[in-house]
């Protein structure tokens, strides 16, 4: 009698985790691509040449943190001003909304940084490696000196662009021609060091290295973009009724007689694809929304002689119903889009106005907890404030101050007219007077008001309160 209890059955280790796949895209030419590429010349010529853009003997665009000061072209934002960024979020965050509504992730496709780095590195890489299968057989080659040579050139040169775009990064938080005498000469700071490095090795990682995988399994974007999807959504897709059953056939062929449909099944739609999916298998989170299945796509089309369009932009109910361009249109701007762009119009509009109608004066007034309401000469009650002027724009001015809300209230301590410099700020000791006999003891509500002496128009009122003593 055998003592061995039942067979266990074979276990398999199964990795949770995919090895990931090398991705070659290959080269496309189209009207897509050259709007992918016109937009990466622009935005990087606004990344790189903005931060060397002089106005007013200063930086055009630069947040110095350290003074605690905002620069954008005329305009001066201080920390009291952080309800513009507010504002400037939600502006982003709505124009998200709308444009993905709209026509899905055309922001990932274009403009997105991870998309305009990869685009700009893949550019390097065909430059230097040459284009798909050149790439494919030098990485599948045995290391030698020619390999070697090749890869340090690709790496040098993506380094560099790494480091530029690491060093013009900081160049928005410090002055950057003095950071570039600084770099030059060896004495930068810590943490301008240490950002430039930073910044300069995450583009080196995501766009030579990580690329798709980032738009993948790291941007947030990629898992929440359903939600704003719906059925008139613009995506790219395929057009299975026209295109199956798929099949390789001469241009001469007779599609009738094969039993196929437009695809010829040559692959080049996932060959041009930068996150290396199939489009024809539907639509799919990895798809970033560039268009280059749609060019690599029509130049076949037009090589066989068929129409363009197998894969194009449309609408999930586009696609189901037949509809033509002009329906797509006048199917997207339903409800949903027409609220996002309302309230998009309406915030930046009030943004607008309240950023015209901005009074570059700022007052606070505190008073002086060291020095309570005293008695002095002449039957008069004094209290002392300290009162911080500040001028947010860059012209000076010339300061009067005043004070109402009591019988006989002066103004001492303070040599009138306050200059004040352009961007400055002031902290002033302030007393105010008052007869004794002006108002029954107690605490009384009065205003400080402080007045540009050339534009009257502008100037501010400031409570504050003024204590007679019993």
């Known amino acids: 009698m055998s003592l061995a209890g039942p067979a266990l059955p074979s276990t398999e280790e199964v990795s949770l985790y995919e090895i990931r796949r090398k991705i070659y895209p290959r080269a496309v030419t189209g009207s897509f691509a050259t ?19 002089q106005w007013n003997g200063r930086q055009a665009v630069l947040f110095d943190l350290a003074s605690r000061k905002f620069y954008v072209l005329g305009l001066v934002f201080w920390p009291q001003d952080v309800i513009y960024l507010s504002v400037l979020l939600i502006l982003a965050a709505l124009s998200l909304f709308l444009f ?3 026509a899905g992730r055309v922001w990932c496709g274009y403009a997105c940084p991870q998309t305009v780095y990869t685009e700009i590195f893949l550019w390097v890489e065909r430059k230097i490696e040459g284009d798909r299968l050149a790439r494919i057989r030098l990485d599948a080659a045995p290391w030698s000196l020619e390999k070697f040579v090749i890869k340090a050139l690709k790496h040098t040169a993506w380094f560099t662009i790494a480091l530029w775009t690491g060093y013009t990064f900081v160049g928005y938080f410090t002055p950057i021609e003095s950071l570039g005498v600084r770099a030059i000469t060896w004495d930068l700071g810590g943490w301008e060091a240490f950002w430039i490095l930073f910044y300069g090795f995450a ?12 738009c993948k399994y790291m941007c947030p974007y990629a898992r929440f973009q359903s939600v704003m999807f719906d059925k008139d959504t613009l995506v790219i897709a395929y057009d299975g009724a026209r295109g199956e059953a798929r099949g390789a056939r001469s241009r001469t062929a007779d599609r009738a007689k094969l039993g196929v449909g437009d695809c010829i099944d040559c692959k080049i739609c996932v060959q ?47 696609l189901a119903k037949g509809y033509d361009r002009h329906m797509l249109w006048r199917r997207a701007l339903r409800p949903r889009s027409i609220l996002y762009g309302a309230l998009l119009l309406a915030i930046a509009t009030a943004g607008a106005v309240a950023l015209a109608l901005k009074n570059p004066l700022k007052v606070d007034v505190m008073r002086d907890r060291g020095a309570l309401a005293r008695e002095v000469a002449g039957e008069r009650i004094e209290n002392v404030y300290r009162l911080q002027l500040m001028n947010t724009d860059e012209s000076p001015r010339s300061l009067r101050i005043e004070a109402a809300g009591l019988p006989g209230l002066t ?14 700020s002031r902290l002033l000791p302030l007393r105010l007077q008052a007869p004794q006999a002006a108002s029954a003891a107690g605490s009384h509500v009065i205003e400080i008001i ?20 019993r």
């Open 203 to 214: 583009t080196y990682g995501n766009a030579g290295w990580m690329r798709e995988q980032v």
């Open 100 to 102: 993905t509504a709209i």
């Open 35 to 53: 709007a992918r590429v016109a937009l990466v010349i622009a935005t990087q010529l606004v990344f790189y040449g903005l931060p060397w853009l």
């Open 411 to 424: 103004v001492l301590g303070v040599d009138q007219p306050v200059a004040m410099a352009p961007g400055g």
């Open 272 to 318: 041009v694809c930068p996150t290396g999916i199939d489009i024809r298998n539907g639509l799919q989170y990895e798809c970033i929304g560039c268009a280059a299945c749609v060019d690599g796509c029509d130049q076949v089309m037009d090589k066989m002689g068929y129409p363009r369009g197998l894969i194009r932009y449309t609408s999930q109910n586009g």
């Open 450 to 469: 402080v007045t540009d002496q050339a534009d009257p128009a502008i100037n501010r009122h400031e409570k504050a309160t003024f204590i007679l003593p």
